[in-house]
């Protein structure tokens, strides 16, 4: 059975909290960036000394302590960011121009301009080396997929593999692992793939019938590849799978909706942390990563967790908010969560 984003979409606002509570500490910042979220965008990366947040047809340059600085303009609907380890470069999938962006993170110039005509609304990007993985398709049009673009060349050509989606399936890649999580359907599966070669090789997949799984709004890998933290509609936790034999290995987070509804995820580098953001009266949660204990539980009368909107930076985690009623962004920094 197939349902529409934005009907799941108000599913999740009709759960949305009304009590509130203050961020972490007094040295917590949350900040106003001036812009407001369009569906399918509002994306997270650190890169540079930097932070970036894409929204509409631009991309939001703050500080490390969360301020805006500056901003990348003359682009078309960004959605997706990915930033080299070095920091060096920021790839950014503008879903309205079937583009990708490489930019220069010293100088925020746009360093040149990856076509992917044949493949519409690149949407989710993921990066391991000098290979670009992008989940696109616009929304319930049965064209989506996944598609590689190898960085060093001059002129990178897509290079799509794997089974047709019903819009843009998220990506995340680490090691030889590369996820695929099923976006727009239920239920929906996790599909993991070998990457270790030069072509990548199906692995095995969660499936989403036996595990009840529904519309996956995020997944993080660790380090090695070996297991994938995911957060989807449904179910109402956030689940631990092994990437090699794709059982659950662990839960965080309670089994019901009273904290709201699974949008968001991130690991921190040393893979001890796990950061969850809810669409409800939970914004943000930490986890231990291997015992499941709740390090910080928080929510910030600024907004509402985003899909995709958490990031760790060190010991922080910055987390992109949205006010229901105006969708008006801002970006919480929550300090010293990491060990």
């Not at 010293?106 to 005509?117: F, G, Y």
């Not at 669409?279 to 928080?298: C, E, K, L, Q």
Request: proline share 4%; net charge negative; charged share 15%.
């Amino acid at each position: 059975m197939i349902i529409r984003r934005l009907t799941v979409l108000a599913v999740a606002a009709s759960l949305a909290a009304t009590i509130l509570t203050p961020p972490a500490s007094a040295a917590d910042t949350t900040t106003d960036l001036g812009v407001t979220l369009t569906w399918g965008d509002g994306d997270l990366a650190v890169a540079g000394g930097k932070v970036f947040i894409s929204t509409g047809d631009q991309i939001v340059v703050a500080n490390t302590q969360g301020q805006p600085t500056d901003s990348i303009t003359g682009l078309s609907h960004v959605a997706g960011l990915a930033a080299r380890p070095d920091g060096t470069r920021l790839y950014a999938a503008l879903a309205g121009s079937n583009e990708v962006a490489e930019i220069d993170t010293a100088t925020l110039a746009i360093a040149r301009r990856i076509a992917i005509p044949a493949h519409p609304c690149p949407t989710h990007l993921a990066l391991t080396g000098d290979r670009l993985w992008v989940g696109y398709g616009c929304a319930g049009q049965w064209q989506g997929g996944v598609l590689a673009l190898d960085l060093s060349a001059a002129t990178p050509a897509p290079s799509a593999f794997g089974r047709r989606h019903y819009d843009a399936p998220t990506v995340t890649a680490a090691g030889s692992t590369l996820v695929v999580g099923e976006s727009g359907s239920s239920p929906s599966d996790l599909i993991i793939y070998d990457i270790a070669g030069a072509t990548p090789v199906l692995r095995g997949e969660v499936d989403g019938y036996t595990t009840t799984n529904s519309f996956f709004r995020d997944v993080a890998l660790t380090a090695d590849g070996g297991n994938a933290i995911s957060a989807c509609w449904v179910p109402a936790n956030f689940i631990n799978w092994n990437t090699t034999t794709f059982a659950s290995v662990r839960e965080y987070g309670g089994s019901t909706y009273e904290g709201g509804t699974p949008v968001s995820v991130a690991i921190s580098s040393d893979d001890a942390r796990v950061a969850a953001g809810r669409f409800g009266s939970t914004d943000v949660a930490v986890y231990d990563v291997a015992t499941g204990a709740t390090i910080f539980s928080g929510d910030n009368p600024a907004g509402l967790s985003t899909e995709g909107g958490l990031v760790f930076s060190g010991s922080d985690v910055y987390a992109l908010l949205m006010t229901w009623s105006t969708k008006q962004l801002h970006l919480w920094r929550i300090q010293g969560l990491a060990t």
